[in-house]
C-alpha cells in the first residue's frame, strides 16, 4: 500500500472511529441544566431544553424564576413579535439580549430584556424586511456605549433602517 493510500486509510478509520462521539456529548448536554453551568459566559445552547424566555428571565434575574411568572410572560412575548422581523432562532435572539444587556449593563445602562427586544423590534420594523438581531444590537450598542441616550438612538436607529425601504 502506497504512503497516501495509508493516510487515507488512516483518515476513514478515525473518523468512523469519532462517529457516535457528538451523540454522546450532545446527550451528556441535555443531562446538564443550563442553571448548574458556572460563569457568566454561559449561553442557551442548541441542545439545552429550557425554554429561551425562561432562560433570558432567569439570566435577568440572577436566578431561578417561575415558568409562568409576569417577567417570562413579557420576554415571551418580545419573542414571539420578534420571530417575524428577525432572521435568528428564539434560542439565538435570547442570547443576544443577554449578552448586549450584560454589555450594556457593565456600562452603567441596565435595560429591561424584554423592552430592548420590543424596541429593537420597532427598529426592525422600520426597515419593512428581516434583520439580523446580532446586527441592530450591535448598532444600538455601539450608539449607547457611545453615549447616546436610549431613546435618541432608537429613533437614530428607526432613521438608518427605514431607508432600507428605499432600495427595496
Known sequence: MRFREAI???GVCALFASCGEERRAAEQDDVIETEARNGADVWLRATDRTEPALWLAQ?????AVGVR?????RIRAALLSAQPHFLESDRMLA???AQVGQMLAADGHAEDFAQLINSLVEVAVTAGQKQTYGEVCQHYYNLRHS???REDALRMLAARY???KQFR
Not at 439570566?59 to 436566578?63: I, K, L
Open 8 to 10: 487515507i486509510l488512516a
Open 59 to 63: 439570566r435577568e434575574a440572577g436566578g
Open 69 to 73: 411568572e409576569p417577567a417570562v410572560e
Open 95 to 97: 442570547n443576544r439580549t
Open 147 to 149: 453615549g447616546v441616550e
Open 162 to 164: 427605514r431607508t432600507q
